[in-house]
């Protein structure tokens, strides 16, 4: 993140979030799931 972005989650009083690598590589999965069980390969 550039240093402006950081300023403006600073600003808006944002919180950060570390997600650990196994809650990223389920929401990589997610979508292509999702398209599957919707178009038959799954479901």
Do not use: K, Q, W
């Amino acid at each position: 993140m550039s240093a402006e972005e950081v300023s403006l989650t600073t600003n808006y009083r944002f919180t950060d979030v570390i997600l650990g690598p196994r809650v990223c590589h389920a929401l990589r999965l997610l979508p292509s799931s999702a398209l599957r069980v919707r178009f038959g390969d799954l479901g």
